[in-house]
């Protein structure tokens, strides 16, 4: 009756983590695992077998009625069809159903905006408090990309930042790993005002080209740089996060009339459709400055 009736859903998924949490990275174990649970929660001993297209799409409706974004919901059904991959690998299943299965276009997505201007302005007017955010402002470069960065990195002969590499925490501490991708290996242009500050920075000493720019032998560790992004937050005022201040850059690039292309290199995006995409909420927003300014001058001549 077993044989069937065929395995359980739990029983499959638990198999199928046990052979995927080792090959992940450490960054992405957690995510994977959420998405995991919620579809055992919903799931659970239900036979694989007997799991349909329509019991997905109940279940990506649900997480979507419960307020779950976009990018939620889209990875819940990544993993529920890399277990039902597994399940179809383990001869449970011929086909998988999640193949099939579509999800909602309006549903909410996780809009972050870029940083305020009093923000980028106080991280301007700061420079001798903490270079690392203004770094960051000036390069659009990622968090992880950042604390991986070396002094041997940076070419004040050429203006270029060249990004190579990426460090994550996970147990153990700090992690360093080689960027792969094409999108990830990239050049970055020193902006003027950047190259100034950092004449100014090595003035005081002279770098060593083998050391991370932010630490030393060693990159900064997460709980050095958790303590000092807080404390500089909470001095200044700020509340934006280095995600907001890589938009800040990209939107400045927009601003700036650099092209799509370019932009999708500089800032190393994989897919040019999240390029263009920053390119329409400036736009969006361009539009709606645009109205308020015409609604005020229409008022007053009224």
Same mark, same amino acid.
Request: glycine fraction near 4%; aromatic fraction near 8%; hydrophobic fraction near 35%.
């Given at each position: ?14 198999? $199928?983590?046990?052979?995927?949490? @080792? ?23 239900? @036979? ?22 976009? +990018?939620? #919901?889209?990875?819940? +059904? ?27 276009? %309006?549903?909410?997505? *996780? &809009? ?11 991280? +301007?007017?700061?420079? %001798? ?15 992880? *990309?950042?604390?991986?960065?070396? $002094? ?14 990426? #460090? ?26 950047? &190259? %100034?500050?950092?004449?100014? =920075?090595?003035?005081?000493? &002279?770098?060593?080209?083998? !050391? ?6 060693? @990159?900064?560790?997460?709980?050095? !740089?958790?303590?000092? !992004? ?28 650099? @092209?799509?292309?370019?932009?999708? =290199? ?37």
């Amino acid at each position: 009756q077993r044989v069937e009736i065929g395995r359980p859903f739990c029983e499959i998924a638990n198999e $199928w983590w046990e052979e995927t949490e @080792p090959k992940l990275a450490l960054q992405s174990v957690k995510s994977y695992k959420l998405a995991m649970s919620r579809a055992v929660t919903f799931f659970n001993d239900t @036979p694989a077998k007997q799991i349909t297209a329509q019991d997905i799409l109940k279940f990506l409706n649900n997480l979507a009625k419960q307020g779950y974004s976009q +990018k939620v #919901v889209s990875n819940t +059904k990544m993993v529920v069809k890399q277990i039902l991959d597994h399940a179809v690998l383990g001869n449970d299943i011929e086909l998988n159903p999640c193949t099939s299965v579509t999800i909602r276009k %309006d549903l909410p997505k *996780e &809009k972050r905006e870029a940083a305020s201007r009093i923000d980028e302005q106080t991280i +301007k007017d700061n420079l %001798d408090l903490w270079i690392f955010p203004y770094v960051a402002l000036m390069t659009g470069m990622r968090k992880g *990309e950042l604390i991986g960065l070396k $002094w041997s990195d940076i070419d004040l002969e050429h203006d270029m930042i060249t990004v190579n590499r990426s #460090v994550w925490y996970g147990d153990g501490g700090a992690h360093e790993k080689t960027t792969k991708t094409e999108a990830g290996m990239r050049t970055i242009p020193i902006l003027a005002p950047l &190259k %100034d500050r950092i004449l100014v =920075e090595t003035s005081k000493f &002279k770098p060593i080209p083998s !050391y991370y720019v932010f630490g030393d032998e060693k @990159p900064l560790s997460e709980k050095a !740089y958790r303590y000092r !992004y807080k404390k500089y937050s909470e001095r200044l005022g700020i509340s934006s996060t280095l995600h907001q201040l890589r938009k800040s850059f990209a939107t400045a690039a927009v601003d700036a009339n650099v @092209p799509p292309d370019v932009l999708k =290199e500089i800032i190393g995006h994989k897919d040019i459709s999240t390029t263009l995409n920053i390119y329409a909420e400036v736009r969006e927003n361009r539009i709606k400055e645009a109205g308020n300014a015409l609604s005020k001058m229409m008022l007053n001549n009224g």
